[in-house]
């Protein structure tokens, strides 16, 4: 069975995560990191997790799970290292058509969480399915080392001038030619870089002779 690939919008959502461990930590981590509203379930917390209750960056309920945690949630984490209470979590999530992902356990998981390599906007992510996450690692590493460092900023100005060209002009096929053709030129911020002139001459050109 195939995944579907997604980038998911967590700001502001409801996500639990039971447990406060090392492993709960991580993915605490990329939770928060998503803006997402958390709430961690567990009787103890790692120092880290205990910090950011005070701070008021998360929600820690200090007890044992408990079924009436679940609902409300987005999506729910279980990484408590007794089998049976993550086994019970995702069966209280699933029965709420919840997304659950019981950590280091693919029968148990509605998802996954991929290896990623950031770039500012730019986020490729690789999964294994649960096969193998040291695979998946392997080829983070791999592409992040085959990745230019300043790809993100690069992003960041395409994004800008995408947007330009769009407001400015009508949508039409020369309009997308160009937005790819500009895609594989070098791009800064500056008002007289030489790919923001030429867009500008370009769409100006390509959408006026369109319309014709």
């Given amino acids: 069975m195939s995944l579907f690939p997604a980038f998911l919008k967590l700001s502001g959502r409801a996500c639990l995560v039971i447990g406060a461990g090392q492993v709960a930590l991580s993915k605490v981590d990329s ?43 987005f999506l729910v984490i279980a990484a408590t290292d007794n089998v049976e209470v993550n086994h019970c979590v995702y069966r209280d999530a699933a029965s709420r058509g919840i997304l659950c992902n019981v950590v280091d356990d693919p029968p148990y998981c509605d998802f996954y969480f991929p290896s990623v390599v950031e770039r500012g906007p730019l986020q490729i992510a690789v999964s294994t399915e649960g096969e193998s996450p040291a695979v998946a690692q392997r080829m983070r590493r791999e592409l992040d080392a085959a990745l230019p460092p300043d790809l993100g900023p690069w992003v960041q100005e395409m994004g800008r001038l995408r947007r330009e060209v769009r407001t400015e002009h009508p949508p039409c096929e020369n309009r997308t030619r160009l937005l790819h053709t500009l895609a594989q030129r070098p791009l800064c911020e500056l008002e007289h870089c030489p790919t923001r002139q030429f867009a500008r001459k370009a769409n100006d050109v390509a959408c006026s002779a369109s319309a014709v």
């Fill in 31 to 73: 939770l928060m990191r998503a803006g997402a509203d958390v709430h961690v379930v567990s009787p103890k917390a790692l120092p880290e997790i205990e910090e950011l209750a005070r701070e008021g960056a998360l929600r820690w309920t200090r007890r044992k799970y408990e079924v009436g945690d679940v609902p409300g949630s």
